[in-house]
């Protein structure tokens, strides 16, 4: 099959779909790559080194997808590559629809075939694919959320770790899967305090048993007195996920005043439609803004900061599923991997991811009567 990696166009987004490596492994495959000129650079990769992998580049974003079947990218396409998706296209990205619905039904219009990396599934029904950035972005949201909190950026002035003879900074962590346990992680290396909030009783314990640190609380999101945490709280960092689905809004506008001033919010869930009620999208450019003297940040891919360990991560674990979305009878492998299949979120103009669709008021079909 012939596939094309184009350079990401989003705001400030250097990663880049497939590493040479995994080039070399799928042109050992029998299959053809092509690559936008330029796309690895902000990763640390250059042209060279894909020619040296076997690909074959392209000199424009238009000429990419007119050559290629699989597309394979980091983020969302923008309006300028929906555009260029055709019937005959399948691709393989980060979708995030559930917030979008404009971009949902661009990409309905295509007809293209659209895979997403957050919802395909392995064999025990975790999600492979958004687990090394959700790692990645963990670790950033308190290492950015610590910058934050300086005076010059706005904040409070307060140092996480403290220094002796001071309390630390407190740090309280919403969802502890792998992005707040990995929040939760750097917090503590700082020399935080954390109180991470988390609703599964199965969960909580196997936090409790990961974390045996006098610094470190896990509670219950039920009969949880708020507003008093937050009075006591200098970063909060919104790590909350259901797969496919927007985020669960867990502040108002009215909880920001049980904060101190100079407090950081930091939603890593803003590419789902974040956690906070206050929370807009913002990039590395311009990554906070200050609203009712809390500073907000909110940028929505966090591991590009990190390209070059991103990409690797994201191209190891995504190479194996290219290879399946690559087999020319696209039904058998569906129907062969039930954790590619999850990943499946449009197909002939229809939608068919469920929690996409609840969260439009849509509806969605199943898959298999259509392809």
Known sequence: MRIGIPKEIKAQEYRVGLTPDAVA???????SLFVETGAGCGSGYSDDDYLAAGAQLSVSMASLYRDAQLIVKVKEPQASEVVLLQADHRLFCYLHLAPTPDLTT???ASGALCVAYETITDEQGRLPLLKPMSEIAGRLSVQAGAHCLEKAQGGSGVLLGGVSGLEPGHVLIFGGGVVGSNAADVALGMGAKVTLVE?????????EAQFKH???SVCDSANLDLRSLLNDVDMVVGAALVPGAAAPKLLSRTDLSALAAGSVLVDVSVDQGG????TKPTTHLEPTFLLDGIVHYCVANIPSAVARTASQALSQSTLRFVHLLAEQNIKQAFLDNAGLAAGLSIAKGKLTCAAVAGAQGRDAIDWQKII
């Open 214 to 216: 006098p610094r470190f």
């Open 199 to 207: 609703p599964f009783a199965a969960r909580r314990t196997s936090l």
């Open 25 to 31: 492994d799928l042109v050992a495959a029998g299959h």
């Open 106 to 108: 661009s990409l309905m």
């Open 275 to 278: 956690c906070f009620e206050t």
